[in-house]
C-alpha cells in the first residue's frame, strides 16, 4: 500500500484445457513451474528485480513438460532430447545469472 503508481501482477495460471492436463494436477503444475526454475517468482522494487523464491535444488525441467500435452511433441512420436536440453540449459542460465 506504501507503493505509489501503477503496478502489474503477472501470475501464473495453468489451463487443464489449453495445456491439456488432468484438472486434479492444476495446484502440482504451477508448483512444478517455479521448483523447475520455468516461472520465476520475483519482485520489483526500486529499480531492482528481488526473487522471491529461488528453488532449490531446481526439478529437471523434463518433470514439468511431461505433465502437459501442449510439450507431447517433445517426447512422441520420437523423443527431442537436443530440445529438451536446450529448454533446460536456458533455465539454467537464467538461474547462473539471477540468482
Not at 5 to 34: N, Q, S, Y
Not at 37 to 49: A, S, T, W, Y
Not at 54 to 72: K, S
Request: some cysteine; overall charge positive.
Amino acid at each position: 500500500m506504501s507503493f505509489r503508481g501503477p503496478r502489474l501482477l503477472h501470475a501464473l495460471a495453468p489451463c487443464p484445457t489449453g495445456w491439456d492436463f488432468d484438472p486434479k494436477d492444476m495446484v502440482e503444475i504451477g508448483r512444478l513451474a517455479v521448483r523447475t526454475g520455468i516461472f520465476p517468482l520475483k519482485e520489483h522494487v526500486d529499480g531492482r528485480i528481488l526473487h522471491t523464491r529461488v528453488p532449490r535444488p531446481r526439478v529437471p525441467v523434463e518433470e514439468y513438460l511431461q505433465r502437459q500435452g501442449r510439450f507431447a511433441h517433445l517426447f512422441a512420436p520420437t523423443r527431442n532430447q537436443p530440445l529438451i536440453d536446450a529448454i533446460q540449459a536456458s533455465i539454467d542460465e537464467y538461474w547462473r545469472t539471477a540468482a
